[in-house]
């Protein structure tokens, strides 16, 4: 299995700002990923995180908006940029993690971010 | 294009009675489908994938390649099984693999 861990855990950030969200994994893996949650929706995929590649967006996501690193197997980062009432959402990291048969997706405790 | 269709957002049952969550999908490929479900206060988990063919908490799924479905059942609810659940596709397009959800259904078990 995979333990995730997000910092923060929540935030409240005025418009115009960013935040860096940080996922911390307890052990290495290749493939993370970034997803949103807005508020009554759906989970909602914004990249793909592999260590030694640039991240790859899902469409209606750009890098300017949501630049993330991806340092080494066991960390990643999310910035939401440029803060807007509508980046309202919980922010959930993932990691793929290998089993005795095939993998599994295992999910951070989110963050909760609420920009006035 | 790959899409998971929940149709009920809200379901309530009373404890002991039979219960069933579904879910439909589209997909090009051969599927890989997930129930997910998230308890009050804790993240999401997983709860079954249809190629283990098992049975979690007391829950099963059956894939129907026919109707494109994979509804998640338990023959007898329980209070504990109160929970958001997710219906969730494993696509894979040009090598990435990606996870498409549905929009949840809250499932809710009166005593």
């Known amino acids: 299995s995979a333990v995730i861990s997000q910092k923060p855990s929540r935030d409240i950030c005025q418009r115009g700002t960013s935040l860096t969200i940080q996922c911390q994994v307890d052990?290495?893996?290749?493939?993370m990923f970034w997803y949103r949650q807005q508020p009554g929706q759906s989970l909602t995929l914004i990249a793909t995180a592999n260590q030694g590649s640039e991240a790859t967006y899902e469409s209606g996501f750009v890098i300017d908006k949501f630049p993330i690193s991806r340092p080494n197997l066991t960390f990643s980062t999310l910035t939401v940029s440029n803060m807007s009432p509508e980046d309202s959402s919980i922010y959930l990291c993932s990691v793929d993690a290998p089993l005795a048969a095939g993998t599994e997706q295992f999910f951070g405790p989110g963050t909760r971010l609420t920009v006035l | 294009a790959q899409r998971v269709t929940q149709p009920e957002k809200l379901l309530s049952v009373f404890k002991g009675a039979p219960v069933e969550l579904k879910c439909n999908y589209s997909y090009s490929g051969s599927p890989e489908l997930f129930w997910y479900v998230q308890y009050s206060r804790q993240r999401l988990q997983l709860l079954l994938r249809h190629i283990s063919r098992e049975s979690i908490k007391g829950f099963t799924a059956d894939l129907n390649k026919g109707e494109t479905s994979f509804h998640l059942k338990k023959p007898f609810a329980q209070e504990e099984d109160s929970a958001m659940y997710y219906c969730a596709l494993k696509s894979y397009i040009q090598g990435a693999q990606k996870l498409v959800f549905g929009q949840g259904t809250r499932l809710t078990i009166n005593p």
């Open positions: 052990s290495q893996v290749t493939m």
